[in-house]
């Protein structure tokens, strides 16, 4: 089944708001989340991938 967004429109026809599954709604809050994380550490320096595998391993994840 596919889900499409709803729209609320105004005695115009003027969209003023979408009414989304709340898969769909969870799925951007996500997102905005992973952004918002993003932009917290646009100034933290790059780590090497060989590094981040000696620091996985170190931690026992790998």
Known sequence: MVVQEQFVVDA???KTGV???LK???KLM?????LAVVAE???E???SLE???RR???NGVL
């Not at 996500?30 to 992973?34: A, K, Q, S």
């Open 56 to 58: 996985l391993k170190k």
């Open 19 to 21: 009414i989304l599954s």
């Open 51 to 53: 590094d981040m595998k």
């Open 30 to 34: 996500e997102d905005l989340h992973d």
């Open 41 to 43: 550490r646009r100034s």
């Open 24 to 26: 769909q709604y969870e």
């Open 45 to 47: 320096k790059p780590v």
């Open 12 to 14: 115009r026809g003027k």
